[in-house]
Structure formats: structure tokens, C-alpha cells
């Protein structure tokens, strides 16, 4: 079946410090990668929607200067908390959408990123 | 815009009970609509997915779930829980136009007891 890697599977870093996330599809390719946010027992949030080779299209309320995401092939999207801080201590978890697939398929998710601000 | 629904926050059942896990669903045209399942601290697993044919539909684990359009439904169910069930399940609706986005519930925490 598809799998989406994603790493690191975990992250403790200093504040201020920027902390880069890596989501790659393994055995597919994938146009468009989401990212997600998710709070402890809390529904996934969608940050942004990833498609490759193209500006990321972000949510209302989601810094774009702050989460930095680049697709920079049809395997691979980033996403970058630029000078991190407590309250960007999260679950982030991305997911992808294989190529010529639309709503009606569903997306393969990677296991998270569990990312810690000291 | 599509929205999803799950009104229980958490259901206990016993071991070797049944179980049903409800999801209602908006959306202005033929939903696509899927269930996953979230073990802690881990990625989502899809359970299974409907969009279009036979309104009962089979996923792996066991789990079915039924579409009922007059109630805007898909209402998850397993005849016969297993102590490892015990998860977070989302339901989703995923939309066939604007980026192909997809729109989680809010989750159901299932507990199993023995």
C-alpha cells in the first residue's frame, strides 16, 4: 500500500529555534501533500494544502511567514516552524494525495511529528 | 462548505460487544466520506471509504459502515469489539472541488473493557 514517511517522528528543541519537517510519499507520487495540526485529543487541523511546484495555499489563521512549506518534488514536502516558541508545541502530522486522484480517494498519512518548545 | 459531525466524544463498550460510532456529515453535493482510525501518538489508518455504489460498505478490521443520505449519515459499526479497537476514529467528508480538501470530525474515543 501507499506509505508516507515523515521525519523526525519527534523534536525537543530550545525557543527560537526553527525546526524543519520532512513528509515523503515512498512508493507513489504525490501532487498535493496536506498538512496538519492537532491538539492533544483534538480533531486534526488542516494548516495548509502543498502541491508541488506551487506557492503552498494556507488556511485563515495560519502564518504562512511562520510555517514555512515547500513541495519541491511529487515526493517530497516540507514544512519549516520558523523561530519556534511553546505555543508552537504540537502534534503535526502531513498527509498525501496520490497523482491523478481527486476528493473521492483518501489520503495516506504519515505518522506525525510530535514537536516539543522548550 | 462541507462539515462533519461526530456527537460522541468517547464510548465505552465491553469486550465482544457490538459497536457503532456515529457521524453525520453536510455537504452540497455527493459526499466523499471516510473513516480512519488514530492509535496514540501515531498517523491516521483509513478504515474504509464510500463514494458512490453499495451504501453498506466494508473496511479492513472488520469495521462496516452505512451511507444514508436521507439522514446524512455514515455511521461506523463492528459487531464484535476487540480490546485493541480501543482508538481515537475520525470520520471525514472530502470535497470534489477547491483543492480537494478533507474535513476531519472531531473524533470518538473508543475505550474497551474487558
Known amino acids: 500500500g501507499a506509505v508516507v514517511s515523515q521525519h523526525p517522528s519527534r523534536v525537543i528543541c530550545k525557543s527560537g529555534t526553527s525546526v524543519k519537517i520532512e513528509c515523503r510519499s515512498l512508493?507513489?507520487?504525490?501532487?498535493?501533500m496536506f498538512w496538519y495540526r492537532q491538539f492533544p485529543k483534538q480533531s486534526l487541523m488542516l494548516m495548509a494544502t502543498s502541491n508541488e511546484g506551487s506557492k503552498a495555499t494556507y488556511e485563515q489563521g495560519v502564518e504562512k511567514d511562520k510555517f514555512l512549506i515547500n513541495h519541491a518534488s511529487l515526493t517530497l514536502s516540507t514544512l519549516t516552524v520558523t523561530s519556534a516558541h511553546p505555543e508552537d508545541s504540537s502534534f503535526y502530522i502531513c498527509s498525501a494525495r496520490e497523482v491523478g486522484t481527486g476528493g473521492n480517494q483518501p489520503q495516506h498519512f504519515g505518522d506525525g511529528t510530535r514537536l516539543s518548545i522548550l | 462548505a462541507q462539515s462533519v459531525t461526530q456527537p460522541d466524544i468517547h464510548i465505552t463498550v465491553s469486550e465482544g460487544a457490538s459497536l457503532e460510532l456515529r457521524c453525520n456529515y453536510s455537504?452540497?453535493?455527493?459526499?466523499?466520506l471516510f473513516w480512519y482510525v488514530q492509535s496514540p501518538g501515531q498517523g491516521l489508518q483509513l478504515l474504509l471509504k464510500y463514494f458512490s455504489g453499495d451504501t453498506l460498505v466494508q473496511g479492513i478490521k472488520g469495521f462496516e459502515a452505512e451511507f444514508k443520505r436521507s439522514q446524512s449519515s455514515f455511521n461506523l459499526r463492528k459487531p464484535s469489539v476487540h480490546w485493541s479497537d480501543a482508538a481515537e476514529y475520525f470520520c471525514?467528508?472530502?470535497?470534489?472541488?477547491?483543492?480537494?480538501?478533507?474535513?476531519f470530525g472531531a473524533g470518538t474515543r473508543l475505550f474497551v473493557k474487558a
Open positions: 512508493d507513489f507520487q504525490a501532487t498535493t
Open positions: 455537504y452540497g453535493a455527493t459526499p466523499y
Open positions: 471525514a467528508v472530502g470535497a470534489n472541488t477547491g483543492g480537494f480538501k478533507t474535513i
